[in-house]
C-alpha cells in the first residue's frame, strides 16, 4: 500500500477527530482572508471618496520670502519671484511620467474688482474642470457656460449674493480701472464655509480680460486618480515640467485617515495570528492523540522495515491534508464572511480576493506541517520490539 493511501484511508477512519483539527485552521483562515478582504475593501473605498474631495496637489508660481529686519524690528518681508502662471504651459502637466492620474487640471485667476462700489475677489475657472474639480456645490440656478460671450454668466458665493439681493437671472457689472463687463448671474453657491462663499466666480478668458492679465493664471488645482497614488512623486514631476512652479501635495489628511485604517488592520491582523497559532496547537494536540492511537500500528510498520522518513512523511502528510482542506473552506467561509462584516463596519461592498486564496492555504498547509513536528518526534520515539511483545 501506498503511503498516500495509507494516510487517507486513516484520516477517513478519524473522521470526528480530524474534523477538530481542520475546524481550528477553518477559523484561522476565516478570520485572515476576513480581515484581509474587508480592509482592502475600506482601503479602495477610502481612497475612491478622497478622489472626491477636490484637488490634491495645488500647483503655485515659487515666490521667495525676503525678511526686512531693521535692528531689532522686524519691518515685513519682500516677495520676489513671477507671480503668475503662463497658461500656455498648463498642457506641459499633461507630460509627466504619470499623466495617465491626473483626473483634473483647474486653472485659477484671482483678482479684485467693483462690484455696486465694494471691492470683490474674482476668481476666473475654466467651468467645465472647476464642475468636475467641486461636484458637491449646492448651486441655486445652474452652472455657468463655458462658452465665451459677450455677456458672460458667473456664479456667486452666497455671502455676496444674500446681502445684494442677487439671485439667479439677475444683472450685474464688474469693473477694474478703466474696464468693465455686464454678465449675468447664472446661480448662486450654498455656502460651503470655503472661501468661495465670498467670491465672484467667472469664465477664466472673462476673468483675464477684466483683470488685464491675459494668458496669465495665478494657481493650478490639480486632482489625481488612483488609488495607490503616489501625490509627492506626482507634484515632482510637475514641478520638473513646470520650472519655478512649486507643487504642494495636499495629502496629509489622506495619510492620518490611512494610519488609522492601517492601525485597525493590523490589530486585527495580530488577533488573526493568534487564532492561527491556536489552530496550529489544536492540529498538534489532534494529531499528538492520533499517534497515541496509532503506536501498535507505527510500531508494526518499523519493525517491518518503514525507515524514518516514511513515518514521519505520513504524519507531514496527513497536517498537511488538514491544513489545506482548513485553508479552503476558511477561504470560503472568511470571504462570506467579510460580504456580511464589511458594508455594516466600514460601509464598502468587498469583491472576493480570489489571488488570497493560494497564499492562505499555502499558509495553512504549512501550519499543519509545523503541528505534525512534535508528533512526528513522539513517533519516532516507539520501540518496535517493544510493541510488537505487547501484541
Known sequence: MHLHSFVLKDVFRRKTKLAVAVLGVVVAAAAIV?????????????HEATNKFGANIIVRPEIESIPLVDGYTSMGSLYTGNNYIEESDIPKIYTIKDNASLSVVAPRLYGIAELQGSSVVVMGVDPEQEMNLKPWWNIQGHWMSSENTKQPEVLLGSDIAIP???KEGSMITLSNDNISIDAQVAGVIESTGDNEDSYVILPLATSQYLLSMEGKVSSLEVRALCSACPVEEMSQQIEGVLPGMEARAMSQIVQNEMAIVNHTKSSAMAVSIITLLVSTLTVASTMLASVNEKMKEIG????????????????????????????????????????????????????????????????????????????????????????????
Open 34 to 46: 476576513a480581515v484581509v478582504t474587508t480592509f482592502s475593501a475600506a482601503t479602495e473605498g477610502f
Open 164 to 166: 445684494l439681493g442677487l
Open 300 to 391: 508494526i510498520m518499523r519493525a517491518i522495515g518503514a525507515s524514518d522518513i516514511q513515518v514521519v512523511s505520513m504524519l507531514f502528510l496527513e497536517g498537511a491534508i488538514i491544513g489545506i482542506v482548513g485553508g479552503c473552506i476558511g477561504f470560503l467561509i472568511g470571504t462570506m464572511a467579510s460580504f456580511v462584516s464589511a458594508p455594516m463596519l466600514v460601509s464598502v461592498a468587498p469583491d472576493p480576493m480570489w489571488d488570497l486564496l493560494l497564499p492562505v492555504v499555502a499558509i495553512c498547509m504549512f501550519t499543519g506541517m509545523i503541528a505534525s513536528l512534535v508528533p512526528a518526534k513522539r513517533a519516532l520515539g516507539i520501540d518496535p520490539a517493544e510493541v510488537l511483545r505487547s501484541v
